[in-house]
């Protein structure tokens, strides 16, 4: 597709479910990036993967949170016994460069955001 | 520790005059900046950015100034639009192998009144 694809859009988890938020980059893509975004907070960087090789997990909040891209293409963030600040909008983003940062930055998804009551 | 900070949560500006919007900065290994625009329900996207290298940044309507000794940058936009109306995050990295990562500030929501 044109952009990020996120899904589900939504998604209302009880505490202590398990719950895999999905992310498709744009085709061709190198690098692909987590970010969480707390309610009224920036989005923070949770993991970083150039192709299939995830080479930063340092955002990651807990061992109850796993990334992967198994192909080097779609990537699947998987939350293990939510809690309730979990809750936040959990954003995709990819990048054509090796190096994320460069001049168009990245394009983000819609995000997926999720609530655990 | 809030490494990249935007200190005012909201601004308002008469459509047609100047917007400026403000961030600053505590990291000093930080060396590219973005900024992203962000509408509800929607991802952030890439509007502008900078290199340390350089103090002034133009497109279009869009200017981002950088002062390094300061560690403060502003993003203009003249003339503002209606269509300007988002939350405006800053964005910070320290570029090198194995620092991909974006250090964003809390956001600043501009409203352009018609």
């Known amino acids: 597709g044109a952009g990020v694809s996120q899904s589900p859009r939504y998604k209302v988890a009880k505490r202590g479910q398990d719950v895999a938020l999905r992310c498709d980059p744009i085709s061709g893509h190198v690098s692909l990036f987590w970010y969480q975004q707390a309610l009224g907070q920036g989005p923070e960087f949770l993991t970083y993967?150039?192709?299939?090789?995830?080479?930063?997990k340092s955002g990651l909040p807990s061992d109850r949170f796993f990334a992967e891209r198994p192909e080097g293409s779609v990537s699947t963030l998987k939350i293990q016994r939510t809690q309730q600040e979990d809750s936040a909008v959990y954003l995709c983003?990819?990048?054509?460069?090796?190096?994320?940062?460069?001049?168009?930055?990245?394009?983000f998804g819609s995000g997926t955001r999720l609530t655990v009551v | 520790d809030q490494q990249v900070k935007q200190n005012s949560p909201s601004l308002s500006v008469q459509e047609g005059r100047i917007s400026i919007l403000n961030c600053d900065y505590t990291n000093s290994m930080f060396d590219y900046f973005l900024w992203y625009k962000k509408y509800p329900a929607e991802g952030p996207t890439f509007l502008i950015s900078?290199?340390?290298?350089?103090d002034k940044n133009e497109d279009g309507r869009f200017t981002v100034f950088l002062n390094k000794s300061a560690k403060h940058l502003s993003l203009h936009i003249v003339p503002s639009q209606p269509g300007d109306s988002a939350v405006y995050f800053c964005a910070a990295s320290a570029q090198g192998f194995g620092n991909e990562k974006l250090t964003f500030g809390t956001g600043t929501r501009l409203t352009i009144i018609p």
């Open positions: 900078i290199s340390s290298i350089k």
């Open positions: 983003a990819s990048s054509l460069f090796s190096r994320g940062t460069g001049a168009q930055g990245y394009t």
């Open positions: 993967f150039q192709n299939e090789a995830q080479l930063d």
